[in-house]
C-alpha cells in the first residue's frame, strides 16, 4: 500500500523571482524582498502584475540583463562600458540619443557575435544534414 504524501510547495528566493520577472530587485517591495516566493505566487504576478510590477517593468531602475538587452550590448559590455548600476528607462534613453564611443563599439561587438552564431549554427546544420544523407545513402542501395 502506498502512502499518500502532501505536496510540498515549490518556493524560491526573491532574487530568483525578481530575475525571472525581469526586475531589479533593489527596487522591489520590501516584503517581497524579505520572503519567499512560491511557484503559485510567481505565476499570479506574471499573469496578473500589480501596479508595482508593472511601473518597474516600464520606468525601471532595471537590472543589467535588461539594460543590455534594451541598449543591444552584452552585460559584459555594459561593464566595459563602465555601466555597473541599474538604469531607469529614462537613463537608457539618454544613453540612446547620446551614443558615446563604447556603446557604439560594444553595438558592432554584439552583432559581429551575432553573425558569428548564426554562421556556427548554419555549418551544424549543414553538416548533420550531410550525415544524415551519407548514413541513408548505404540503406538504399543495399535494397537495390
Do not use: C
Amino acid at each position: 500500500m502506498t502512502s499518500l504524501k502532501q505536496k510540498t510547495t515549490q518556493t524560491m528566493k526573491p532574487a530568483t523571482a525578481a530575475k525571472k520577472l525581469g526586475v531589479y530587485l533593489g527596487a522591489t517591495p520590501a516584503d517581497f524582498q524579505s520572503g519567499v516566493i512560491s511557484r503559485e505566487e510567481l505565476t499570479a504576478l506574471q499573469t496578473e502584475p500589480p501596479q508595482w510590477l508593472q511601473d518597474l517593468r516600464r520606468n525601471g531602475p532595471h537590472p543589467r540583463s535588461v539594460v543590455a538587452t534594451r541598449l543591444g550590448v552584452s552585460a559584459s559590455g555594459l561593464a566595459r562600458g563602465g555601466i555597473t548600476e541599474a538604469l531607469t528607462t529614462e537613463q537608457i534613453e539618454a544613453l540612446r540619443e547620446e551614443n558615446p564611443e563604447w556603446l557604439r563599439r560594444e553595438r558592432t561587438i554584439q552583432e559581429e557575435v551575432r553573425r558569428e552564431s548564426v554562421r556556427v549554427k548554419e555549418k551544424h546544420e549543414k553538416e548533420e544534414k550531410q550525415r544524415q544523407q551519407a548514413a541513408a545513402a548505404p540503406e538504399s542501395e543495399k535494397r537495390r
